[in-house]
Every structure is written in structure tokens, then in C-alpha cells.
């Protein structure tokens, strides 16, 4: 270790003395490899001069290893501690056994050291794009403009706009593996080296064209949205402003694209497209009714795919701030509630097929952007600043992304129905449909219609109804401790094949009507996939906010999972005879859970609620973390008092009732990739909830909610499983994934009836790992919806609930009280 250490330095000394003097480093990265089988102490390469770079976790080709920067001053610290390795404490173990045990090889940090990506590097002569993520507290000086120098001294291409996000900043680099070698030998050396994802010209299929007379029709019952309603922010190719059945609805049309206009130029109009659906939903009922159609949101437009690939590419992550920037900064005077819609997603990411949930820069800034980090744009860089304000939250709705390239044989085996499911199930979900923050939309189907003409003879559909589309790609494949996505599902239409199984096709009868590019006089044309599904569920987003115009971003997203179902296809092997759970909770977590989220909303039980099955909308905020002299405690957890119809609960006895509960909240994301725990976990705070057990007192209850707290934020400490949670029918284990829980509590209406409190609570994050002084004691916000539900018996729970609130019946929005309760020692 010691000779590899000593060799490091002195090949980093003897390359700087070839270096402008601008561009030396007063350190060097170095490669440390654990022994087989084991960890590196990771904390113990974060501290003591040194800094942790990023981490590489142990697989089937080799252990553990970590990048760690080594300033010249602690090399002789360094080794000394490594020396003393050998000698022992008093109390009989080696000295620096934390740092130095697991070690097995220290050597000079190289471009593979770096890599992030699974895919292999590319070959070192080939120039080729490169993002490189930058500590700018590893140099004395800015390592962005040595980037810049180097490139202009070399001729290579940079990208003229760098972002900034956590405390890293991220440019995008053109050269050869050798040039991005010699970059490691200076103060601009990256702490990691990832694969990045630009904009790219964007194809759908172009479709028939539908009768000019039902668009002329609908345009003489169209009713326009009222002044400051809603709007849907679409980021896409642009829009037709001219469309006579957008014109009503359309507020701006913008682009993010230099040197572009915003109109829709993409050569099938997919930004068109994504608007009708968006402003509409499914056309198809709107053309063929005579009633009167009244808009609730407007629609605007900022164009982020370009029509030709540019000479400098632009990562997707500095597009889309951009974008975002674009639509609030162009009528600041107008303050609106606004549901931004992306369509748009990298083929890949993390892995050769999709992403493994790991952040990137474009799933970071969505993370950033929604938890509402301001955007700063100037010539030559865009910075998303901190900390977030909770009332500047966002909305971001992205979809999960398609399958590609179909084949027959892939989708349809005669001795397995749903045989397709095995590709969607190993499509991983794309970039950065993965980000926390955003609802993530995956597409299932209910069309199944086999057209009629000859040409389809024989063709059957490869979707059976109310199961995934074979457009949509899951999670399945993710990490289990990796977000569950997508969030929900909407119709995203079918597949067809024909009977030799040698074609596949798409086709008008199984897609939905939409509007269309009108440069040929076509009026109407057809979508489908995760773009149809996201512009639906953009509407329903939009509608909420129509109908609920106090709900915050996050409780709206919260509120379409809260709101969602699963079909019987779906579930189907789910459960058993007597509606009880057939399989595990890890089963459920990884073939329903990640392949359909919590299934498909419907805009009726988004906006109203039923006399059988009531929906309380809680919003809450607490503080997680609190300080306590120079150190950091969790804060506070938040106790909401329910008001169930306990009589009503307890004349139904043994009757069986659902209790479903969703919490939805934002984080400010921690994107390097240096381990997923302690100070380097990804989220800046995580909360769980939890309901009081039946027999359980007040002060039984807060005690163990508090122990939870306690021992997931030190990851070291077990508690006894709760008894009642075995109601629950994903559990603790399975829900607790990203920043958007769910879960449905199953037992009888006698058993729930003294179960009226609710907690919600802190469990750790970077804020309080990093001892944030500008984060600590800051409030954070949280949506919490909790439905009541007796799917047996036709009881009135909404009336007798109602009348407890005090508000009118019928009501459209119902809260609950809260109280806030310390997370201090006396709890423990």
C-alpha cells in the first residue's frame, strides 16, 4: 500500500512539471481497492485531508473500490497512518484498523477509476462526448475555466454552458481517452466520469389524417380556460400555435433551443401530439359529442428537442432548467399553478438498457427543480441555487420511457399469455424517469380492437386489456433499495402481430386521437405509448389544481397515486379467495409495485369523493432535523388526529374495511455517487408514517415511533417487527422507497375503529449527516392523503365525517388536526 501510495505521488508530481502553472493541482486522485469480500471504511477516506470522490460497490467483477483526492500536504499523514498499521493500540488491535484494514491496493486514479457507467469505455482513439462532474472544493482554483483553457489550447469541443447542482458542477467535454488523461492530471481532475445524455431529434409515426368537419365541430363548442387557471408546461418539439383546437387553450409558445423558433417543426409533430392529449385527454369522445366542452388549464409550450442535432450538443439536464426558466421568467407578473410534462427520455443510462435508478445530472436537476432550487441562467453557465423553497415546489410529470425495436417472438409465446411482460419487465426505465421528485408515468392498455381489413388478417393484439402496454418499461430490474417507479399508469395503446409471428405493428384503432401538425392540412392524427400516458396524466394534474387551487406540487402528485387502482389483470394472483394477500410483500413490491406503480387514477376519484369511500387531503409540514449544541437530532414528528365515524365503524363489527395512505413529499437531492448512506445518502431528509395500533396508548404509540426514527437513521439498531403492521399490504420494508409512500391497511371495521392517529416523522438525511448549518431547522412540507373505504358493504362514511370537520356537505376538500411532537431523548 505504501509503494503504491509513494508511486502515485511521484507520477502526479512529475506530470504537473509539463503543466501551465494555472493548471496544476496541489493533489491527486488515487484508486483504493478493498480486499475480497470486504468494505472499505468510507468515512474514514472522507476526512483527514482526504476527500471521497466516488465509490464503485462490489460485483462480479471485482470488489469495492473507491476514488479518493489525496492533497500533497497529507501524503506524509497518509502514510503514516498506514505504517502504523502494523503496530498495535493498548488495547491490542492495529493502529488506523478503521482506515487501513480493508485496503488492499492503493494506485493512481485512472479514466476507468472514474467511469461510472456499466457500458464499457469507448475506444481511447475515438473522440467521443464526456460529462465530467467537478468539485470545485478540491482546487484553489475554478476548475471550469481550466476546462475551458485546455480545450481551446487542444481543440476540443466543450459545451458552453456548465451546471451546477449540489456542490458539484458539470460540463460536457469532446475528446479522446487520452486527452480526458491528461485532464486527470490537472485541477480540473473529475470526481466521477458518467456517459451524458443530450437532446436528440425525436420520431413518432406519422398516421392518417381525420375529417377537417368534427375539428371545425368541436371548435364552435369550445369554451376557453378563465383567466389565471391552471397551465400545462410542455417540454417537447414545440407546438402548432396555429391549431384552430389548441389556439383556445395556448397562453405562450417558447423554446429553449437557440436559433429556433417555437412552432413545431418535428417532421411527425410529437410536441403537437403531446398537446392535444394534453389540453383533451383522448379527442376521440370530445369530437363525437354535441355537449359544450369548457376548458380548465391553458396549455404553454417551450421547445427543448431541437430539429437537427446541433455541433455542440446540450445535456438534457441544463435543457430542461432552461426550459423551465424560460416559462416562469417570460410573464413574471403572472403567478400561476403550472404541471410541467416531459415525453422525452435517454435511451440509456445507467446500464446498456435503461437506468438502475441511480441519479444522473438530468434526474438530479428534475429532483432540484421540483423541490423548488432556484434557477440562475447566464451566458456560459446555469446554476439550480439552494436551499429549496417549499412554496416555489414544482410539478414535474416524465414518462417512464418506451420499449424500442420489437419483435414478434419477443412478445407473443403460445404457452405464456403474457409473454411481452418479460421485456417490459427487463426494459429498465430511462433517464431520468428515475428522478425522486417527479411522478413517473408508465403506460398500460385497454384497446384491443383487431382492425377489419384485409391487411390484418389473422393480426391479433399483444396486450390482453387492463395489463402493461407493450410500450412500457418498468422498474423491475431496478435495485430493491432504488425508487419505485413508474409512480401510476394511463392508456398508452396496444401492439399488433400477425399469426406467423413475423410482424408487429401499431395501428389507429389500438392508439388515441390527438391533434396534429397542420402543415398539410391534416387536422387530427393519433399517439400512444408513455407519451400518451404522460400527457393524460399532465391533464389530470392540471384538472386537480383547477379543482383543488390550495394544494401544493407535492400533494398533488401524491393525490393521483392516492387515487390510482390496480385492474383485476394487474393483481391478478395477488390474492386469494377471501380477498387476503397470496403472495409476499417483496413479490407484490417487484411485480406489481414496480411494473404498474399503484395502478391507473381516474379523473372522477381525483376530483370528487363517494359516500362509501371518503378522501382526506392533509397538509403538513415539520421540521426534521434540530440542533443540540454543535451536533444534529431528528427534529420532530407530526401526530394528525383522524376523524373516523367511529359509531358508523363499530356497528359494521367484523365488516372488512381498506384504509389507504399516501404521503408524498420533495427532497433536495445529494447526486455524486459516493455511497448511499451517511453523509452521502442521495435524499436531504426522508419522513415515514405510521397508524396507532388498536390496543396501543398515546404514549406507547409516540415511543415507538420514535425508537423506528432512531434506528433507521443510525442503520445499526433492530426493533421488534409492530404487530399491526401485518395489516398492512405492502409493509414498512417495501414502502419506504423514494420520497412517495403507499400503502393500504386491511383489516375490520371493529379493529381500525380506535386506530385514529396518524403519525408522520423524520428518519435521516444528508441535511442532518453534513450538519447543514443553512438546512438544520428548516421546515419541509408534506402531502398526506388517507381514504377510508368499505368495499363489502354500502355505508355513508363521508356524511358522518363531514359533519365532525364542520364543513359542508358535500365537501370538496377535507383536513385533520396535527401536533407536533419533539423527536428527543425522553421518546427513547
Not at 409558445?253 to 413545431?264: C, F, V
Not at 392540471?542 to 387502482?565: K, S
Not at 376523524?643 to 363489527?653: A, I, K, M, S, V
Not at 414498512?732 to 375490520?748: K, Q, V, Y
Request: proline letters at 6%; a negative charge.
Amino acid at each position: 500500500m505504501i509503494s503504491g501510495l509513494e508511486d502515485a505521488q511521484a507520477e502526479a508530481l512529475g506530470a504537473r512539471e509539463s503543466l501551465d502553472s494555472r493548471d496544476r493541482a496541489d493533489g491527486f486522485a488515487i484508486r483504493v481497492e478493498a480486499a475480497a469480500e470486504h468494505e472499505l471504511k468510507l468515512e474514514s477516506l472522507d476526512k483527514s485531508g482526504l476527500t471521497l470522490m466516488s465509490v464503485q460497490e462490489a460485483d462480479d467483477e471485482g470488489p469495492q473500490e473507491a476514488v479518493v483526492w489525496v492533497p500533497d500536504g497529507s501524503v506524509p499523514t497518509l502514510l503514516r497512518k498506514i505504517d502504523e498499521f502494523t503496530q498495535n493500540t493498548q488495547s491490542g488491535k492495529p493502529k488506523n484498523a478503521a482506515l487501513v484494514a480493508n485496503i488492499e491496493q492503493i494506485e493512481r486514479a485512472t479514466v476507468a477509476s472514474l467511469w461510472q457507467e456499466q457500458d464499457p469505455l469507448p475506444d481511447p482513439d475515438i473522440p467521443v462526448w464526456w460529462e465530467l462532474w467537478l468539485d470545485p472544493a478540491l482546487s484553489a482554483t475554478d476548475p471550469v475555466e481550466t476546462l475551458r483553457r485546455l480545450s481551446q489550447v487542444h481543440g476540443w469541443q466543450m459545451s458552453p454552458r456548465t451546471v451546477g447542482i449540489g456542490h458539484f458542477r458539470v460540463a460536457q467535454l469532446r475528446t479522446n481517452m487520452h486527452g480526458l488523461t491528461q485532464i486527470l492530471r490537472t485541477n480540473a481532475c473529475p470526481s466521477e466520469i458518467r456517459k451524458p445524455t443530450f437532446t436528440e431529434e425525436f420520431h413518432s409515426r406519422e398516421l392518417r389524417d381525420l375529417h377537417r368537419d368534427f375539428v371545425v365541430d368541436l371548435v364552435g363548442r369550445l369554451h376557453p380556460p378563465v383567466p389565471g387557471a391552471p397551465a400545462i408546461t410542455l417540454f417537447d418539439t414545440g407546438v402548432d400555435q396555429e391549431h384552430p383546437l389548441l389556439r383556445p387553450a395556448l397562453l405562450d409558445a417558447h423554446s429553449a433551443i437557440s436559433g429556433e423558433g417555437p412552432d413545431d417543426n418535428d417532421a411527425r409533430g410529437h410536441g403537437t401530439r403531446m398537446a392535444g392529449l394534453a389540453v383533451f385527454g383522448d379527442l376521440e369522445s370530445a369530437l363525437t359529442s354535441a355537449s359544450e366542452v369548457h376548458l380548465d388549464h391553458h396549455l404553454e409550450s417551450v421547445k427543448i428537442l431541437p430539429r437537427r442535432t446541433p455541433d455542440t450538443p446540450r445535456p438534457f439536464g441544463e435543457v430542461t432548467a432552461t426550459a423551465v426558466a424560460t416559462a416562469e421568467t417570460a410573464n413574471p407578473e403572472q403567478v400561476r399553478k403550472r404541471v410541467f410534462a416531459m415525453a422525452v427520455t435517454a435511451e440509456s443510462g445507467q446500464g446498456v438498457n435503461g437506468t438502475d435508478g441511480t441519479a444522473t445530472l438530468w434526474s438530479a436537476s428534475v429532483d432540484a427543480l421540483a423541490v423548488g432550487t432556484d434557477v440562475a441562467v447566464t451566458h456560459d453557465r446555469i446554476d439550480l441555487l439552494g436551499p429549496p423553497e417549499p412554496g416555489q415546489s414544482r410539478l414535474i410529470v416524465v414518462s417512464a420511457g418506451n420499449v424500442r425495436d420489437h419483435r414478434a417472438t419477443d412478445l407473443v409465446d403460445e404457452n405464456e399469455p403474457a409473454a411481452y411482460l418479460n421485456l417490459c419487465d427487463t426494459s429498465r426505465i430511462e433517464d431520468p424517469a428515475q428522478a425522486w421528485n417527479a411522478l413517473t408515468v408508465g403506460a398500460h392498455t385497454e384497446l384491443d380492437h383487431v382492425p377489419t381489413a384485409d391487411d390484418f388478417a389473422g393480426y391479433r393484439t399483444v396486450a390482453t386489456p387492463g395489463l402493461l402496454s407493450p410500450h412500457s418499461r418498468t422498474s423491475v430490474m431496478f435495485r430493491d433499495a432504488a425508487a419505485m417507479k413508474p409512480d401510476i399508469v394511463m392508456e398508452g395503446g396496444n401492439l399488433l402481430v400477425d399469426a406467423d409471428l413475423t410482424q408487429v405493428s401499431g395501428h389507429d384503432a389500438i392508439s388515441l386521437t390527438t391533434t396534429a401538425r397542420s402543415h398539410h392540412g391534416q387536422l387530427l392524427t393519433t399517439i400512444d405509448a408513455t407519451s400518451a400516458a404522460t400527457a393524460q396524466a399532465a391533464r389530470l394534474a392540471a384538472l386537480a389544481y383547477a379543482r383543488y387551487p390550495n394544494l401544493r406540487a407535492e400533494t398533488i402528485r401524491g393525490l393521483l397515486v392516492h387515487e390510482a387502482q390496480w385492474t383485476d389483470a394487474m393483481i391478478n394472483g395477488v390474492y386469494n379467495r377471501n380477498g387476503r394477500r397470496k403472495i409476499g410483500a417483496g413479490q407484490l413490491a417487484r411485480t406489481v409495485l414496480r411494473r404498474y406503480g399503484w395502478g391507473v387514477p381516474s379523473q372522477e376519484r381525483v376530483l370528487s369523493s363517494t359516500t362509501s369511500a371518503v378522501t382526506m387531503i392533509i397538509q403538513g409540514s415539520l421540521k426534521p432535523f434540530a440542533r443540540d449544541g454543535k451536533s444534529v437530532r431528528l427534529g420532530e414528528l407530526k401526530l394528525h388526529e383522524l376523524p373516523w365515524p367511529r359509531e358508523q365503524l363499530l356497528d359494521l363489527d367484523a365488516e372488512d374495511v381498506h384504509l389507504r395512505v399516501t404521503l408524498s413529499y420533495f427532497i433536495e437531492p445529494n447526486p455524486g455517487r459516493r455511497g448511499m448512506l451517511g453523509q452521502h445518502t442521495y435524499a436531504s431528509h426522508r419522513l415515514r408514517f405510521a397508524l396507532k395500533g388498536p390496543f396501543e396508548t398515546m404514549q406507547e404509540f409516540e415511543g415507538r415511533i420514535a425508537q423506528a426514527a432512531q434506528a433507521e437513521d443510525d442503520a445499526r439498531t433492530s426493533i421488534r417487527p409492530f404487530d399491526a403492521d401485518r395489516n398492512w399490504l405492502v409493509g414498512p420494508t417495501n414502502r419506504d422507497r423514494g420520497c412517495l409512500h403507499a400503502d393500504i391497511w386491511r383489516g375490520t371495521a371493529r379493529e381500525l375503529a380506535d386506530c385514529g392517529v396518524l403519525a408522520v416523522y423524520p428518519a435521516g438525511g444528508w441535511w442532518k449527516y453534513n450538519n447543514s448549518s443553512d438546512r438544520v431547522g428548516r421546515s419541509v412540507t408534506y402531502g398526506l392523503m388517507v381514504s377510508l373505504t368499505t368495499p363489502e358493504v354500502s355505508a355513508d362514511l363521508y356524511t358522518p365525517t363531514a359533519v365532525q370537520l364542520g364543513v359542508p356537505v358535500p365537501a370538496e376538500l377535507h383536513t385533520a388536526t396535527d401536533t407536533a411532537i419533539p423527536l428527543d431523548a425522553r421518546l427513547f
